[in-house]
């Protein structure tokens, strides 16, 4: 059974860095293609971030030049670095992984398989 456990969530004040580990458990994730979603309080869930097995990414337009997904395939592992961090990046932050996809993805109803969520509050 595969199963996504998050860490590395906290608060920071505004122009601060986080970084976000998901390790992935119950299969090797070397050919998954892996994401990182966020969802504030009363709005919609949205991708922030997608990468594949070759490491080829997807970035929402907020956080372009920002933020930088990568994974370690011997350590079943995705990160999420978030640089220049601002209070609208404040969420909780999923990690997803799809079985089927073969391309970086942002669309949540890609993916199967989710983390229970790690916190980021950005302080202004």
């Known amino acids: 059974q595969i199963q996504l456990v998050e860490s590395g969530g906290g608060s920071v004040q505004a122009g601060g860095s986080l970084r976000l580990s998901c390790v992935l458990y119950?299969?090797?994730?070397?050919?998954?293609?892996m994401a990182w979603f966020r969802q504030a309080p009363g709005k919609e869930r949205e991708g922030v971030a997608s990468?594949?097995?070759?490491?080829?990414?997807s970035y929402a337009d907020s956080v372009k030049g920002r933020f930088t997904i990568s994974r370690d395939n011997a350590k079943n592992t995705l990160y999420l670095q978030m640089n220049s961090l601002k209070p609208e990046d404040t969420a909780m932050y999923y990690c997803?992984?799809?079985?089927?996809?073969?391309?970086?993805?942002?669309?949540?109803?890609?993916?199967?398989?989710w983390g229970q969520g790690t916190q980021v509050t950005v302080n202004s």
């Open positions: 990468i594949d097995g070759d490491a080829d990414t």
């Open positions: 997803a992984t799809s079985a089927t996809l073969l391309r970086p993805d942002l669309h949540r109803n890609e993916y199967r398989y």
């Open positions: 119950g299969y090797t994730f070397d050919d998954f293609v």
